[in-house]
């Protein structure tokens, strides 16, 4: 089977509408695909004025708004019958899913009852939210939910072998493969490092800016970042917290670290000079399943302090590129950031090392194992069918 024998409908919550690194890294594979002769359709919510372009074929599929903080998602609530129609017209021979959410749910369903190869890609530690509520309880309820979607489809594409491990000990048996992440090495650059940019938002030269880049909503680990930001100010260790994004608790996070200084959203070399300009990048989230941020602080030379798990176990290489502290350890990433901030031969060091490791974070390479593990998927079930 050549690349050009696949037709690929592609599934997702939220494609372009609000910017994000799940579909940004879905907009770059369909982009792959498509210079690789793969025919592919997108079906998706959409909105008037999305974030960005889509890449590729874009069809809206009807869907309702979230309801309280979160209305700029969009929920659709299955599959009508106009995009039944469109799907069969497509006649794909392979369905990729990016969410369990109930569109992908709905999908997988048309694909067992079509024969069609099935293939998820896991994005987002959903089973994490509740704790962000007050709801942990739950959890394993959400567990076992994702356990079930997962097991129906035939692989499941994590962006690193810890999502795989968790995947085994909820019980799926459905194979995976690593598709990892890439970065943009001329936009997130140690070059971009702009000091003047720095001192219009009222960081002085020595001072050390310890970063979050992110949508400012709970599960984000705001309420940890903020802790530690306080405990180190309870130590008497001078800094500054530079924060870079937008979002519905972002008043409530101000009101947390007063003398942070907000940059708001930044997109393109914009995000470029932030991300390069910080000294210190700290990621306490525990809800990302590959760290995009984390990657693009990497690249652009800044050592990074983040939470010891899925998103950061495998990129961050502890004590060379940065620290990986035990979640809401806020002692533990306290004294990470002091050692950090202390020692500024330290952090050039450290910036360093996580700059040449990101070196070999490529789109191409990375999407063509997903390009390799369609055709392996679509063959064999091309053979079982014979």
Not at 221 to 247: P, Q, S, T, W, Y
Not at 298 to 317: I, K, N
Request: hydrophobic residues 45%; contains cysteine.
């Amino acid at each position: 089977m050549q690349p050009s024998d696949l037709r690929v409908a592609l599934f997702s919550g939220n494609y372009n509408y609000t910017r994000d690194g799940a579909n940004q890294a879905l907009n770059s594979l369909v982009g792959h695909l498509l210079s690789r002769g793969v025919a592919v359709r997108v079906y998706s919510p959409t909105v008037a004025e999305p974030a960005f372009p889509a890449t590729g074929d874009l069809v809206d599929v009807p869907a309702i708004p979230l309801p309280g903080e979160r209305g700029e998602y969009r929920l659709a609530r299955g599959l009508p019958a106009k995009i039944r129609r469109d799907l069969a017209a497509f006649a794909p021979n392979l369905i990729h899913v990016s969410a369990p959410d109930i569109l992908g749910h709905r999908a997988v369903s048309y694909a067992r009852r079509h024969g069609i190869t099935r293939v998820a890609s896991l994005h987002t530690r959903f089973e994490t939210y509740p704790r962000y509520y007050g709801l942990a309880v739950i959890e394993p309820v959400f567990e076992r939910m994702l356990a079930r979607f997962y097991g129906r489809v035939d692989r499941v594409l994590v962006p690193g072998p810890l999502l795989g491990d968790i995947l085994r000990d909820w019980g799926v048996t459905t194979p995976t493969t690593v598709w990892s992440r890439g970065v943009n090495h001329q936009r997130f650059s140690p070059t971009r490092r702009d000091m003047a940019w720095r001192r219009s938002l009222g960081i002085a030269d020595d001072e050390v800016a310890i970063g979050f880049l992110g949508r400012l909503v709970k599960e984000k680990g705001l309420d940890v970042f903020a802790a530690v930001a306080d405990a180190l100010k309870r130590r008497n260790i001078a800094h500054r917290v530079l924060v870079i994004g937008e979002g519905p608790a972002r008043d409530w996070f101000a009101s947390q670290v007063p003398d942070a200084a907000f940059a708001g959203f930044q997109t393109g070399d914009a995000l470029g000079r932030c991300v390069a300009s910080m000294d210190v990048f700290f990621n306490p989230s525990v809800t990302e399943t590959f760290g995009n941020v984390t990657l693009e602080a990497m690249a652009a030379g800044v050592p990074v302090v983040a939470a010891r798990a899925s998103g950061a176990v495998g990129l961050v290489d502890d004590e060379r590129t940065g620290f990986l502290v035990e979640p809401r350890d806020i002692e533990a990433y306290a004294d990470a950031l002091s050692m950090l901030i202390a020692d500024a031969e330290r952090r050039a060091a450290m910036g360093s090392a996580g700059h040449a490791k990101a070196a070999g974070y490529r789109w191409d390479v990375i999407n063509e194992t997903v390009l390799n593990a369609y055709l392996s998927d679509a063959k064999a079930l091309q053979t079982l069918s014979r």
